[in-house]
């Protein structure tokens, strides 16, 4: 095994670039190193321009996500190991605008996640005296699984249809208003009900599955979306069956 291995990086400077470029650096080959240990030795020791998002180093912030050999990772989470001999390629995520070099622009993607209203919603708040809002481990089980998104947004990479359509909602953002609506704290499903049940949300989803298969958390955002569509369309069938609300 070489002692070095080359990473070719994306380079974009909105000051001087008309288009993103790649640049190759060798770096150390080590077999415990990971894509951003990699990044940062650049960094320091060869180029202090470079720039990216990074924070925790243990999967756990979401902000170093970025395409290697063109698939949405984690680079704390990606191994040098697992590439080498061959060369890495690192590139921004996506159906995002790059601000410069590695990072995206996040604007649009914390407009929609807003828009979903992720956060506990109450109509009936019961005074503290009475303590906190008890579950059961079938109750935190049904939502659990889509509360462990760490807004990475790899998904929305990895999404044909924001691709296509950046009117889309797109994954977490909908994977998010899910794990609200489940909760037995929650309220507030029927203030989500209008924006979740537009074509530019649910119903814009095509089902490919990319975005669960990209998903570090393994928190399925396309099983999120389908499970909401169930709950829209038998709200639908009600409507029909029922104009007058079942009174």
């Known amino acids: 095994m070489a002692d070095t291995i080359k990473l070719e990086i994306s380079r974009y400077s909105p000051e001087t670039d008309a288009a993103p470029h790649f640049q190759s650096f060798e770096v150390p080959f080590r077999r415990d190193w990971v894509v951003l240990d990699a990044l940062?030795?650049?960094?320091d020791k060869q180029d202090g321009s470079l720039t990216?998002?990074?924070?925790?180093?243990?999967?756990i912030c979401g902000s170093c996500g970025m395409l290697v050999n063109g698939e949405p990772k984690l680079t704390c989470a990606t191994f040098l190991a697992d590439y080498a001999p061959a060369s890495i390629r690192v590139e921004p995520l996506r159906n995002f605008p790059i601000v410069r070099d590695l990072v995206i622009a996040m604007n649009d993607f914390m407009r929609k996640f807003q828009k979903m209203k992720p956060w506990l919603i109450r109509k009936e708040e019961k005074p503290v005296s009475e303590g906190e809002y008890l579950q059961t481990p079938e109750q935190l089980d049904a939502y659990k699984q889509f509360s462990m998104c760490i807004n990475?947004?790899?998904?929305?990479?990895?999404?044909?249809?924001?691709?296509l359509d950046p009117l889309f909602a797109g994954p977490a953002a909908i994977a998010l208003a899910q794990r609200y609506n489940l909760d037995s704290r929650d309220q507030g499903a029927k203030d989500?009900?209008?924006?979740?049940?537009q074509h530019d949300a649910i119903w814009g989803c095509t089902f490919v599955g990319e975005c669960t298969r990209v998903c570090p958390k393994h928190v399925d955002p396309a099983g999120a979306i389908q499970q909401y569509k169930l709950t829209a369309a038998l709200d639908w069938v009600k409507s029909v069956v029922m104009p007058w609300g079942g009174k």
């Open 40 to 43: 940062n030795y650049i960094k």
């Open 52 to 59: 990216y998002r990074w924070s925790c180093r243990m999967g």
């Open 152 to 163: 990475c947004m790899l998904c929305y990479a990895a999404c044909p249809v924001y691709g």
């Open 192 to 197: 989500r009900f209008p924006v979740l049940s």
